[in-house]
Nanobody
Framework: QVQLVESGGGLVQAGGSLKLSCASARRTSSNNGMGWFRQAPGKEREFVASISWNGGVTSYADSVKGRFTISRDRAKSTIYLQMNNLKPEDTAVYYC?????????????????WGQGTQVTVSS
């Protein structure tokens, strides 16, 4: 079992920034792709960004391209999501997940391990 712990969520005004972190309790996550997903109230969970095992490949949802950046520190078994120019529609619970592959998949079915989530609220 892979334990993932997210942190860094909070309340921010529109136009502001937040940086989320996701630490894995197992170093084996360093050999797997990882991703960020989010779920807004009343909506389905959706893909935000993903990164391959070595950081060489990244993928982003169209809604966050140019504003969010995913990165990872393999030595710390941690991934990050830098979120800039936040909008009220970015309000959601953000989840990190570990993929079953080394790539950067965008589909939830490729992610068997999930964190508990961290709340991000953007006020207008």
């Amino acid at each position: 079992q892979v334990q993932l712990v997210e942190s860094g969520g909070g309340l921010v005004q529109a136009g502001g920034s937040l940086k989320l972190s996701c630490a894995s309790a197992r170093r084996t996550s360093s050999n797997n792709g990882m991703g960020w997903f989010r779920q807004a109230p009343g909506k389905e969970r959706e893909f935000v960004a993903s990164i391959s095992w070595n950081g060489g490949v990244t993928s982003y949802a169209d809604s966050v391209k140019g504003r969010f950046t995913i990165s990872r520190d393999r030595a710390k078994s941690t991934i990050y999501l830098q979120m800039n120019n936040l909008k009220p529609e970015d309000t959601a619970v953000y989840y990190c997940a570990t993929s079953r592959t080394a790539g950067a998949p965008m589909t939830q079915a490729q992610y068997p391990y999930w964190g508990q989530g961290t709340q991000v609220t953007v006020s207008s």
